[in-house]
């Protein structure tokens, strides 16, 4: 039999990779042969594939979600990973720091008087390097701003007033929470955005993916992009949730498992019942970080789950599609999740992957709360729940940045369960957090040198970001720990890397 000959799997049975660390084999009983994690079991080529019609509109052959997905944009029956499709975007997402650059090529290639192909479907937010006084930063929102009124953009998150975010309505926060909170995440839609993280938008059962300033300005003057259909690996991860994880620690053990560069331009679909069991945002945070093992898109298919959360989001229409039970994956890995304890990410990759509790001797000098990836409402809720379960206050500083203006309003209006009517926000008070900041991308991508939680010294962080390349924070020297709330809040009251299981 060969091994990783073919890129398509007939036999999706017993992939057996397992949650770190227990085991680091799998075993193909079909095929008798025990072999590396990591390696491609039971390959046959794709024209030997007995593939009955399916039930996907005039399409013959089985597909996967994200093949789904991109054969209705590209108006084909059916697309086969490899192929080059043109593709309809339903939405482009455009952030503060790539808008100047983009109008630019826009402008160049389409002429000065040029229009944008449907101003209702493209969604412009100032994300990045809001809350600064650095004039350059300002330029940028400045141009957005001219940009959208010149277009007639329809959802353009404006800010003005940076001394009160409160002051300014329209204004966000980070641009993938907002994308989800604002309804522009639709199942069996294609959302391209300017940004690597558009991945989060997966989480809605949706082809969601980075596209680069010269091909969102195409898109702009279009409303098509040129993509290459990924192949798809699939991550099946079965089993109850234990208490003391959370969706961040899953993903992490995925990234640790198949590398930075081992999901390089593939889809990600995650199933399995752990899966299932996760809300929305949890889903948001695994596709958000498909992107830093280098997948192409991440992808959850949509459930009730899914709808609920979208009820009062968006009055459009949608046609969610799901994977056929005889799709080819190109490999497919299978975690228990019984097996996974609370991890962190150690400098300088995010698949440095190490358990928390191994790394308790490294003292550290901050915690940061925020980001796309770990600045949503329910992170906060986790990592609140570990400052009430403790009743302790924290040793080192611990700055807080909700993700979106909506967050920052959870804080102080939702009560934490168990807390007797207590907000997030009274418990980190208690705690002695900073106060939550205003909304933005803020420390999690270093940003000017008066961000709010920027790394300007060589300091230990943990965070529940998603990079910790050198000075992704903002000191080249820095040393990141990325986490999960619940690990970062544990963290923080002890002043070590440390596993939550020692408060809840
Ligand atoms: S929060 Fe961080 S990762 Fe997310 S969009 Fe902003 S800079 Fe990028």
Redesign the pocket.
Known sequence: MALSCSPFISCQRDLGVFAFPSSSFAIDKRCKTTISKKKILCVVSPQKNKSKPCATGSSKIPMTMTEKILARAAEKGEVRPGENAWVNADVLMI?DITCPGICGIFNKEFGNTAKVWDREKVVVIP??YIFTNDERAHRNVDIARDFCIEQDIKYFYDIQDRSNFRANPDYKG???VALAQEGHCRPGEVLLGT???TT?AGAFGQFATGAGNTDAAFILGTGKILLKVPATLRFVLDGEMPNYLLAKDLILNIIGEISMSGATYKAMEFVGTTIESLSMEERMTMC?MVIEAGGKNGIVAADRTTYKYLEDKTSASYEPVFSDEKARFLAQYRFDISEVEPLVAKPHSPDNRALARECNNVKIDRVYI????G?KTEDFMAAAKVFLASGKRVKVPTFLVP?TQKVWMDLYTIEVPGSGGKTCSVIFEEAGCDPPASP???A??G?PKDTYGRLNEPQVCVST???NFPGRMGHKEGQVYLASPYTAAASALTGFVTDPREFI
Do not use: F, Q
Request: aromatic share 0%.
């Open positions: 952030n994300d990045h980070v641009c993938h940004d690597s993280h989060s958000n925020g980001s796309c990836t600045g993700a933005s991308c803020a999690c991508m940003g970001t998603n990079r």
